[in-house]
C-alpha cells in the first residue's frame, strides 16, 4: 500500500485578513496551525 501525501493550503481570517497557511496534511495538528498563524503576525 502506498500513502500519498498531499500538501495543501489552509486559508483563514485573522483580525478581518485573510491568511494562508501552506503545507497543510492530514497529519497538520491544530497546534502547528495557529503556531504557524501567530509567527506570521508577528513578523
Same mark, same amino acid.
Given at each position: 500500500? !502506498?500513502?500519498?501525501? =498531499? ?9 478581518? %485578513?485573510?491568511? !494562508?497557511?501552506?503545507? =497543510? ?9 495557529? %503556531? ?8
Amino acid at each position: 500500500m !502506498v500513502l500519498e501525501l =498531499v500538501a495543501m493550503e489552509l486559508k483563514v481570517w485573522v483580525d478581518g %485578513i485573510q491568511r !494562508v497557511v501552506c503545507g =497543510v496534511s492530514e497529519q497538520t495538528t491544530c497546534q502547528e496551525v495557529v %503556531i504557524a498563524l501567530a509567527q506570521a503576525i508577528a513578523s
